[in-house]
């Protein structure tokens, strides 16, 4: 019996694995009605994975891709609800000087119903072939624990500075490949500010600035540089909020690049900004003679 259910699971695993493997061997444009019926009452796939995956590939400044209605209505209704009920201790409020003001939530297991559902299927086999199929990016991993992710919330005046995001997930070490941004806002006001600004490699010059409406979906590839950022502050009234949920995803390595582990790396205008203040203020304030002072010794 137990020689039987031996054979029986070996094989299962190698139909399984056969069948993952003509899955990710099979050409791009031949399953976009297979995830369309696999997704069918939850998702709507804009067009053909060929062009998207294209659209994705040869953006500008780096890869990434703009989903508007990705995700049936139903899915997301429900999710600002769920932010307004968070309680304050199941927030995190991030300052940090000049470099950002945002809210996070605290723990996965502070979702509610709805958006445990909406984890659930972002986390799923079926979603993690999607987003291979798209970026071309394979044997993704996702994050249940939501780390730095999940529902994100920002105020009137907050904001976050033009940065790289961090490139290895917080705990597990795996390498962080891709973000996934899911704006939440209806009725937004281009007057609140709050748009997704995408910079070049340099952080000289924003090339993409993408306005955080209601199921808008944002995925994009995450590397050094990849420059982006929400830096202006929200004008909103005081009565909304920018509302988000946020996802990453990650590989293992292998025979992948060897990455830098680093956190979030702002752009080097910032750093340059904060020093010609401290100089300014030096320069009101301090005596003439320790200034030439000073000079001397630079």
Same mark, same amino acid.
Request: proline fraction near 7%.
């Given at each position: 019996?137990? =020689?039987?259910?031996?054979?029986?699971?070996?094989?299962?695993?190698? =139909?399984?694995?056969?069948?993952?493997?003509?899955?990710?061997?099979?050409? &791009?444009?031949?399953?976009?009605?297979?995830?369309?019926?696999?997704?069918? !009452?939850?998702?709507?796939?804009?067009?053909?994975?060929?062009? *998207?995956?294209?659209?994705?590939?040869?953006?500008? $400044?780096?890869?990434?891709?703009?989903?508007?209605?990705?995700?049936?209505?139903?899915?997301? =209704?429900?999710? +600002?609800?769920? &932010?307004?009920?968070?309680?304050?201790? =199941?927030?995190?409020?991030?300052?940090?000087?000049?470099?950002?003001?945002?809210?996070?939530?605290?723990?996965?297991?502070d979702?509610? $119903?709805?958006?445990?559902?909406?984890?659930?299927?972002?986390?799923?086999?079926?979603?993690?072939?999607?987003?291979?199929?798209?970026?071309?990016?394979w044997?993704?991993?996702?994050? +249940?624990? *939501?780390? !730095?992710?999940?529902?994100?919330?920002?105020?009137? !005046?907050?904001?976050?500075? &033009?940065?790289?995001?961090?490139?290895?997930?917080?705990?597990?070490?795996?390498?962080?490949?891709?973000a996934?941004?899911?704006?939440?806002?209806?009725?937004?006001? $281009?007057? /609140?500010?709050?748009?997704?600004?995408?910079?070049?490699?340099e952080?000289?010059?924003?090339?993409?600035?993408?306005?955080?409406?209601?199921?808008?979906?944002?995925?994009?590839?995450?590397?050094?540089?990849?420059?982006?950022?929400?830096?202006?502050?929200?004008?909103?009234?005081?009565?909304?909020?920018?509302?988000?949920?946020?996802? /990453? /995803?990650?590989?293992?390595?292998?025979?992948?690049?060897?990455?830098?582990?680093?956190?979030? *790396?702002?752009? +080097?205008?910032? /750093?340059?900004?904060?020093?010609?203040?401290?100089?300014?203020?030096?320069?009101?304030?301090?005596? +003439?003679?320790l200034l030439?002072?000073?000079?001397?010794?630079?």
């Open positions: 019996m137990d =020689e039987a259910q031996d054979r029986l699971s070996a094989n299962t695993r190698r =139909e399984f694995f056969s069948m993952a493997a003509n899955l990710q061997a099979a050409p &791009i444009t031949d399953r976009t009605a297979d995830f369309t019926a696999l997704f069918e !009452g939850r998702l709507r796939l804009p067009g053909p994975l060929g062009k *998207l995956s294209q659209s994705y590939q040869n953006a500008k $400044p780096f890869p990434f891709i703009v989903l508007d209605d990705l995700f049936e209505p139903h899915l997301l =209704e429900p999710l +600002p609800a769920e &932010i307004t009920q968070l309680k304050d201790y =199941e927030w995190l409020r991030i300052e940090n000087e000049s470099l950002q003001q945002v809210d996070r939530m605290r723990s996965a297991l979702l509610g $119903p709805a958006g445990t559902e909406l984890a659930h299927l972002l986390h799923s086999a079926a979603f993690l072939y999607l987003l291979s199929e798209i970026t071309g990016v044997q993704l991993l996702p994050d +249940p624990y *939501l780390q !730095g992710a999940g529902y994100a919330s920002m105020q009137r !005046g907050d904001f976050f500075q &033009i940065h790289s995001d961090r490139s290895v997930a917080y705990e597990t070490g795996l390498r962080r490949r891709l996934m941004i899911i704006f939440l806002n209806k009725s937004w006001s $281009p007057n /609140y500010r709050g748009e997704l600004e995408l910079w070049d490699d952080a000289k010059e924003c090339c993409v600035s993408i306005p955080p409406v209601f199921n808008r979906t944002v995925l994009f590839e995450v590397a050094h540089p990849n420059f982006h950022g929400v830096p202006a502050a929200l004008t909103c009234p005081a009565d909304r909020t920018r509302q988000s949920f946020m996802v /990453y /995803y990650h590989t293992s390595g292998g025979d992948e690049e060897a990455v830098r582990p680093h956190t979030s *790396l702002f752009a +080097p205008g910032i /750093y340059r900004k904060k020093r010609n203040v401290l100089k300014s203020f030096v320069a009101d304030f301090a005596p +003439p003679v030439k002072a000073v000079k001397k010794l630079v």
